[in-house]
């Protein structure tokens, strides 16, 4: 070591340790875009099968007589939210509620976090088209009112 002389960095070697971590940036950024994107899909996946499956245990409930329901009513349930506040279980003697699900997920698509989870879906009723979904009396299906198209090339709002 030469007197006078410190050790340290030249400012070509901290350019070059620079570029080397903005390049590795510009690479890892789209990776994480789409883990980010396939964990919400998986949500949304996930989501969706918990909704349809509940709907579907409503209106297995009304078929077999276990819910109440009025002369000319499909037997799918009026809104989401009826199927955490449950009904009453017309086969129990003691009438004790069936409950469908324990709580509405929210989509997470959803452009705004703070609506309700009910209100982030687009729902169908059982007497409208499949390709043209519309709001009615009953919930038959729901769907993410997302417009972004998902990895697999399919908008959200028709999985």
């Given at each position: 070591m030469t007197p006078g002389r410190t050790r340290g960095f030249t400012l070509v070697e901290l350019l070059i340790t620079l570029?080397?971590?903005a390049l590795l940036a510009v690479l890892v950024a789209p990776v994480a875009r789409v883990t980010d994107q396939r964990a919400k899909e998986r949500e949304l996946r996930l989501a969706l099968r918990e909704i349809r499956t509940a709907i579907d245990a409503?209106?297995?409930a009304s078929d077999q007589g276990r819910i109440r329901k009025s002369a000319g009513s499909s037997?799918?349930?009026p809104t989401l939210?009826?199927?955490?506040e449950g009904e009453e279980d017309q086969a129990d003697p003691r009438r004790r509620k069936i409950f469908f699900l324990r709580r509405v997920?929210?989509?997470p698509l959803a452009e705004h976090a703070s609506l309700r989870a009910e209100s982030t879906w687009q729902l169908r009723a059982y007497?409208?088209?499949a390709d043209d979904p519309k709001e009615g009396d009953d919930?038959?299906?729901v769907r993410s009112k997302s417009r972004s198209?998902?990895?697999?090339g399919v908008p959200y709002h028709e999985w």
């Open positions: 570029a080397i971590l409503y209106k297995r037997g799918y349930p939210a009826r199927l955490v997920p929210g989509d007497d409208s088209e919930v038959y299906d198209v998902g990895l697999n």
